[in-house]
């Protein structure tokens, strides 16, 4: 069974510039949330997608967007870049079920550095 | 809003000793609870969950009970190992529905010294 993979594993980009990062989830999960994990400090939900549509958003400003695609994977889109969103980005893949018992399964994250 | 408190960091124990990281939650209802570990330079890894009061969940000679009473899912283990070394977060997740996010905690940082 595949893991959470994410592309690529170290970015850097000037202020202003546009960002995309990728995630693959986990092989039969069908739900993708994507996190900003600042240095020092717990990861914060960004959004959610299930069956390719955005599912619930964090407080984070509309130049942060996402797809996901019918295999279920994912991209992170976020333009505009300022310094702060220097971070490494998580994504976590699940099997939303009617219960709500489904465990987040992480990826190992891409770091992005905007200078 | 939901919010998830841990001691702060860092814990530095000799190889043996015994661990605890305190964790105490703020929620509305009856939240699932989670302890996930970061280990140098990785993603975020499931260590162990529960999801009702009074259960305990176990893995890797970790445990934490759900404590309804005092909100609280403190993480121990009896004779932590050099291997130990990691961020420790405590997280939360809303049980009413399928789209609701984790919240974490700020992360325990642990060194275990031999």
Excluded at chain 1, 89 to 94: E, G, I, M, V
Aim: with cysteine; charged share 20%.
């Amino acid at each position: 069974e595949t893991g959470v993979t994410q592309s690529p594993t170290h970015l850097i980009k000037t202020r202003g510039q546009q960002v995309t990062l990728r995630c693959s989830s986990q092989s039969g999960h069908n739900t993708v949330s994507w996190y900003q994990q600042a240095l020092g400090q717990g990861p914060q939900f960004i959004f959610q997608y299930y069956r390719e549509e955005e599912n619930g958003r964090g407080n984070f400003p509309p130049r942060f967007s996402g797809l996901q695609f019918p295999n279920y994977s994912s991209e992170l889109n976020v333009n505009a870049l300022e310094l702060d969103d220097s971070a490494l980005y998580l994504c976590a893949s699940s099997l939303r079920l009617l219960a709500d018992t489904d465990t987040q399964y992480f990826g190992p994250g891409t770091r992005l550095t905007v200078l | 809003g939901d919010s998830v408190t841990q001691m702060e960091g860092p814990v530095t124990l000799s190889e043996e000793a015994f661990l605890t990281i305190n964790c105490t939650y703020t929620a509305t209802g009856y939240p699932s609870l989670f302890w996930y570990v970061q280990y140098p330079g990785e993603g975020l890894q499931l260590l162990l969950k529960a999801t009702k009061a009074d259960d305990k969940g176990s893995n890797k000679g970790f445990e934490a009970t759900y404590r309804k009473e005092t909100t609280s899912f403190h993480l121990e283990k009896g004779s932590v190992q050099v291997s130990d070394s990691a961020v420790y977060f405590c997280a939360l997740r809303k049980r009413n529905s399928g789209n609701t996010p984790l919240v974490f905690g700020k992360g325990t940082r642990l060194s275990v010294i031999a």
